[in-house]
């Protein structure tokens, strides 16, 4: 089973932020995991378990995250989701007016009221995600906890990627 590097990124790109904006402003107390010790520890591991381990790291992040945030829908959620038509899982992880957004989409798509095309959905989303991306920089510009954690959540989507090039050769 093999993942596309851009589904790894679904989370991040799904809210609306890039995490490469704030490695450079990273704390003393919260330097990335030095690059060889991380290449090491990871190189003998399948990448099924790389996965799971970039999963957990998605989620002790968010979890710190939703731990900081005062804002209810800016609350981060990671789950396993089926994409339609396919049998393959993906991990997934959305703020909740992102979710409600989608919501809201399929009930008017199912009702057949008010068809409703994906830009209605995005122009939704767009109208949060700055005040979203503002939010969460904030934050993680006044935690080095969640630098940290951004850190190695940054570090796991790169070990995957590279993994994901090796066997593709």
């Given amino acids: 089973m093999r993942l596309k590097t851009s589904s790894l990124l679904a989370a991040v790109v799904a809210l609306g932020f890039s995490t ?5 402003e990273q704390t003393e107390e919260a330097k ?7 290449t090491a520890r990871y190189s003998n591991m399948s990448l099924s378990k790389i996965r799971r381990e970039l ?15 005062d804002i ?22 959305k703020a909740k007016f992102i979710a409600k957004a989608e919501s809201k989409h399929a009930e008017r798509n199912w009702d057949n009221r008010l068809a409703a ?13 700055a005040e979203f991306e503002k939010h969460m920089s904030d934050l993680v510009a006044g935690s080095p906890e969640l630098q940290q954690k951004l850190a190695h959540y940054n570090t796991m989507i790169s070990i995957v990627a590279q993994r994901l090039d090796i066997e593709r050769k």
């Fill in 32 to 38: 990335p995991y030095d690059e060889i010790e991380v």
């Fill in 117 to 129: 095309s994906n830009k209605d959905v995005e122009t939704g989303i767009g109208e949060r995600t």
């Fill in 55 to 69: 999963n957990r790291s998605a989620e002790d992040f968010y979890d710190t995250f939703n731990d900081l945030n």
């Fill in 20 to 24: 490469t904006a704030w490695a450079g």
């Fill in 72 to 93: 209810d829908d800016f609350h981060v959620r990671c789950k396993s989701e089926r994409p339609t038509g396919s049998r393959i899982r993906n991990h997934v992880c």
